[in-house]
C-alpha cells in the first residue's frame, strides 16, 4: 500500500520534532556497532533453536539411539525391513496419485479463472474457500467424507436401495489407504488453486498478442509460448502438493483409527506403542526418512520455484 | 485488453467454458460440505428429519453434556492469541530489523521461515515430546505452552503475509526519512512503520489464527487438548455435535480468510490510485 500516503504520516510528525531534529544532527542512522547490533536477532534465533532446531536434530537423531542411548543403526536399518518400506510405498503412491489428480483439476480451475476480476466477490469465495480447504480442514475433511460416502450417508444408501449398487461391496474402502484418495484430492486441488493462480495470472497479454499478430492460434498459443513459461511452475507446485499430502496426518488419523498403513501413522503407532518397548526410537527412523524424502522434494520445489520466478519480473 | 479480444487471442476461456468448469468443479467441491449439514439433521438412524441436534445445543443439559467441547474451544482461541502475540513478538520485529539493517540476511530468514514445510507436523512432534518434557517442567504444564510448537507451525504463513507487504513499502526509505527529521527508533517503528504494515501485520494474524485453530497433529500426540483433538473425541459418542462444530468452525474461518483477502484487495486498490 501507502508509499503514496507514506510522506503524509511522516509530515503529521515534523512540527514536533523539528526541534529535536537539531540536537540529532544528520541522519546518520547511528545503529550500534560491531556484536551488539546482532542483540536485536537473539530472541528469534533462541526461538526458532529451541522449538525448530533441537526438535528436528532430535527427532532424526533419535534414530540412532537404542533406548539406553548406545548408538545403533538398527533403527534406521529397520525403515528397510519390508513392513516399513510397503508403508513408505503406500505414502508415495497416495501422495503422487493426489498431487497429479489435484494438480490437473486445480490448473484448470485457475485457467477457468483468468479474466475474472482480481478484485471481485467470485474470485474472493475461490480463494478463501481454497485456504479454508487447503490448510484447515484436516479432521473436518474426515467428517465431511464420512457423512458424505460413509457407509451410512445419503448417496451410499440411495445407492443400495434405488439402484442397487453397494459402493462397500468390497469391504469398507474409505477407512483404508485408497479411502484417503478422495479427501486428499479434496484439499490438494485447492492448494493447486493457491500455488499455481500467481503463475498463470503472470503470463502477459502482449505475448498472446504477439503471437495474435504473427498469425499464430490459440492453440500455438498455449502450446508454445504458455506450455513452456508454465511448465516450471505446475511441475514446481506438483512436487509441493506431492510433499503436503506425504506429510499429512490429521484427516488419515481421523478415518483410520487403528493401523499404520501410510507413514505419518505409523509414526503415530511408534510414538504411541507402549506394548513395543524401544519403538520411540522406531519414531525417529521414520522421521528421519521423511525428512529425506521431504528435503528432496522440497529441494525440487525451490530449483522449479526459482525458473518459474525468471518470466515474473 | 477488452475481455472479448482476450477471449479472441486465447489468453482466457469464454465464459461458457469458465462456468463448466467452475461449476462442475464448484458442485463436487460443494457435496461433501452439503453432506455434513444434511448429516447434522439426521433423527439418529431412522431415515427422519430433525432440528434437535441444532436446537439441543443451547440447552443447559448440553451445557454439561459437551462442557469438554466447549474447554477445548476456550483452549483453541487460548492458543491463537498466545501464537499471534509470539507472531507480533519474535517474528515481526526481528523481519523489519532484517530488512533496514541486515539486507543481506534476508535469505537466510526465509529459508529459515519456510523449514516448517520441510519439516512437517508430524515429523517435529517426534523431537518436540522430549523439549515439551522441559519445557513442562519451567512454565508447567499449561495448555497455552503448546503455543511455542504453533508459532513455528505459522511461521511460513505469518513470513509471507509480512513480507509481502514489507516488499510493497520502502522501509529503508520511510525509515531513513523520518530519522532525518529526528524521529528516534521507537516512533519511526510505532508511528512510520507499524501503521505502513498494518494490512501484513493483520494478515499474518488471522491466517495464524486460522491454523492454530486447524492444528491437530501436534496436539493430539503430545496428548493435550484443542478443539481439533476434541471434535474427534465427541465424533465417538455424538458425531452429530461433532460435524455441527466442524461446520461452524469451517464457516468461522472462511469468513476470517474472506475478510483477509478483502483486506488484500483494498491495498491493492489504493496503491493503484
Excluded at chain 1, 539411539?65 to 508415495?92: Q, R
Excluded at chain 2, 431412522?46 to 445445543?57: A, E, K, P, V
Amino acid at each position: 500500500m501507502t508509499v503514496a500516503n507514506a510522506p503524509a504520516l511522516v509530515s503529521g510528525g515534523v512540527e514536533t520534532q523539528s526541534r529535536r531534529h537539531q540536537l540529532a544532527g544528520p541522519a546518520a542512522p547511528r545503529a550500534p556497532r560491531g556484536f551488539v547490533k546482532y542483540l536485536g536477532l537473539t530472541p528469534f534465533a533462541l526461538y526458532v533453536l529451541i522449538f525448530l532446531g533441537v526438535p528436528t536434530l532430535l527427532a532424526v537423531g533419535t534414530g540412532f539411539f537404542t533406548e539406553d542411548g548406545a548408538f545403533t543403526f538398527s533403527n534406521v536399518i529397520g525403515i528397510f525391513d519390508p513392513l516399513v518400506l510397503n508403508t513408505f510405498a503406500s505414502s508415495f503412491w497416495l501422495s503422487a496419485v493426489t498431487a497429479v489428480i489435484g494438480s490437473i483439476i486445480g490448473a484448470l480451475v485457475c485457467y477457468a479463472m483468468l479474466g475474472v476480476r482480481a478484485d471481485g466477490l467470485l474470485r474472493s469465495i475461490v480463494d478463501s474457500g481454497s485456504s479454508v480447504l487447503a490448510q484447515f480442514g484436516g479432521v473436518m475433511l474426515a467428517f465431511a467424507f464420512i457423512a458424505f460416502i460413509g457407509t451410512q450417508s445419503l448417496l451410499t444408501r440411495t445407492l443400495i436401495e434405488s439402484f442397487g449398487i453397494d459402493i462397500y461391496a468390497n469391504g469398507p474402502w474409505l477407512y483404508q489407504v485408497p479411502g484417503l484418495i478422495l479427501p486428499y484430492v479434496y484439499f490438494q486441488v485447492p492448494l493447486m488453486i493457491i500455488t499455481f493462480m500467481p503463475a498463470l495470472a503472470g503470463l502477459k497479454s502482449q505475448w498472446a498478442e504477439a503471437n495474435a499478430t504473427l498469425g499464430g492460434t490459440r492453440f500455438t498459443y498455449w502450446l508454445r509460448i504458455a506450455a513452456p513459461v508454465l511448465a516450471p511452475s505446475f511441475f514446481g507446485s506438483l512436487l509441493l502438493l506431492f510433499a503436503n499430502a506425504f506429510s499429512s496426518y490429521a484427516t488419515a488419523a481421523a478415518l483410520i483409527s487403528q493401523g499404520s498403513q501410510i507413514v505419518p501413522l505409523q509414526i503415530r503407532g511408534a510414538l504411541v506403542s507402549e506394548t513395543v518397548l524401544g519403538r520411540e526410537n522406531m519414531a525417529g527412523a521414520l522421521a528421519l526418512g521423511m525428512i529425506v524424502i521431504m528435503v528432496v522434494v522440497m529441494w525440487g520445489y525451490s530449483v522449479l520455484q526459482s525458473r518459474t520466478a525468471r518470466w515474473q519480473r | 485488453m477488452s475481455a472479448s479480444t482476450a477471449v479472441r487471442i486465447g489468453t482466457e476461456p469464454s465464459k461458457i467454458t469458465r462456468w463448466i468448469i467452475l461449476g462442475i468443479v464448484g458442485v463436487v467441491f460443494a457435496l461433501p460440505i452439503l453432506a455434513m449439514i444434511e448429516f447434522t439433521f439426521r433423527d439418529g438412524l431412522s431415515g427422519n428429519y430433525t432440528l434437535g441436534h441444532w436446537t439441543g445445543l443451547f440447552t443447559e443439559e448440553s451445557a454439561r453434556t459437551y462442557r469438554g467441547l466447549f474447554q477445548a474451544i476456550g483452549n483453541s482461541f487460548l492458543l491463537a492469541i498466545v501464537t499471534v502475540v509470539i507472531v507480533l513478538v519474535v517474528l515481526l520485529p526481528t523481519m523489519i530489523l532484517v530488512q533496514l539493517q541486515f539486507p543481506k540476511l534476508k535469505r537466510v530468514l526465509e529459508f529459515v521461515c519456510i523449514i516448517p514445510i520441510t519439516v512437517p507436523a508430524i515429523v517435529l512432534v517426534v523431537g518436540l515430546a522430549p523439549v515439551y518434557s522441559v519445557v513442562v517442567s519451567i512454565f508447567g504444564s499449561s495448555v497455552w505452552t503448546l503455543a511455542f510448537a504453533y508459532g513455528i507451525t505459522v511461521l511460513p504463513y505469518a513470513y509471507r503475509a509480512i513480507q509481502s507487504n514489507l516488499d510493497a513499502v520502502d522501509v529503508v526509505t520511510l525509515s531513513e526519512a523520518a530519522r532525518s527529521l529526528g524521529a528516534n527508533w521507537g516512533s519511526v517503528l510505532w508511528r512510520v512503520l507499524l501503521p505502513n504494515l498494518r494490512r501484513g501485520i493483520l494478515a499474518a494474524s488471522f491466517i495464524s489464527v486460522a491454523v492454530v485453530l486447524g492444528e491437530f497433529t501436534i496436539a493430539s500426540l503430545l496428548n493435550r487438548v484443542n478443539l481439533q483433538t476434541a471434535l474427534l473425541q465427541v465424533s465417538q459418542s455424538d458425531p452429530f455435535v461433532a460435524v455441527i462444530f466442524a461446520l461452524l468452525a469451517l464457516g468461522f474461518v472462511f469468513i476470517l480468510l474472506l475478510v483477509i483477502g478483502r483486506l488484500g484487495r483494498a491495498r491493492r486498490d489504493r496503491s493503484a490510485s
